[in-house]
């Protein structure tokens, strides 16, 4: 067994992620600053696939009178956000709930959100399921308000010379993190199952996602096209490098 904390946890997981998403501290810097050129000080968000709360801590250190909602499926990556987060008191509130049905509304009470936003989660719907969100995102949202979506959007198979360029970014990014002692998911799992509060939810995770079928990529222009449709008056994409966006939508 290996010394393992809930913190240490946090920073080998935004260790790994760095090796899947290049640049990933600046897609983070370009939400925020979104954010706080939208906004005053105080304002109200919602994030949806929060995992283990590591955006979540970007957001409510930089704003320090914000108020976030912090939803995800996942038993261990709320346990770890529970714990992470457990500093910033009332200011987060941290919930269990599943995107890929409708009935995650139920479990959204008070106030509309005049932000929702979600980092590299939304792609593991199928993309019927993410266009339906899209509207019961438009639909939560406060009059005015802004959804920031950074993740990947792969490109068209007709799209060769950047789908190969992407690629071949994506391969020498994670080689450069193998290389300087980050872990890859399978690893960071196994490590996290030495805190014993997450082996106990092994089980519970297991059954959340059993038999879940693993969605087809989508491009940015199904997702530009699905927020659009689902009534967002104006959206573009806000932050690229390779085939990674920021996109936004404003209602």
């Known amino acids: ?3 393992i904390t809930w913190n240490t946890l946090v920073t080998l997981w935004d260790r790994q992620q760095s090796a899947y998403i ?11 600053d979104i954010l706080a050129l939208q906004f005053d000080d105080a304002f109200s968000l919602l994030e949806l696939g929060c995992g283990p709360g590591s955006l979540t801590r970007r957001i409510l250190q930089r704003f320090p009178a914000v108020h976030v909602t912090a939803v995800d499926v996942d038993p261990v990556m709320l346990a770890i956000a529970r714990e992470t987060l457990l ?3 009332d200011r987060v ?7 890929a049905t409708p009935d995650w509304q139920q479990k959204m009470v008070g106030a509309r959100p005049e932000a929702i936003v979600s980092s590299t989660a939304l792609h593991w719907l199928m993309p019927d399921r993410q266009h339906a969100l899209h509207g019961e995102i438009h639909r939560m949202l406060a009059d005015n308000g802004v959804f920031l979506n950074a993740d990947h959007q792969r490109f068209n198979p007709a799209d060769l010379h950047k789908k190969a360029i992407s690629e071949r970014h994506d391969a020498q990014t994670q080689q450069r993190a193998w290389a300087h002692g980050a872990v890859g998911w399978e690893a960071w799992f196994t490590l996290a199952k030495e805190i014993e509060d997450i082996a106990r939810l092994i089980p519970a995770r297991e059954a959340v996602f059993a038999g879940r079928p693993v969605p087809p990529p989508t491009t940015v222009a199904f997702q530009l096209a699905s927020l659009s449709q689902a009534g967002f008056s104006e959206t573009g994409t806000l932050w690229q490098l390779m085939d990674d966006y920021l996109i936004a939508g404003w209602k």
Do not use: V
Not at 22 to 32: C, G, I, K, T, Y
């Open 22 to 32: 290049a640049s990933r501290e600046a897609r983070f810097d370009a939400l925020m």
């Open 1 to 3: 067994m290996t010394d």
């Open 87 to 89: 500093p910033f008191g």
């Open 93 to 99: 509130r941290i919930l269990s709930a599943d995107l």
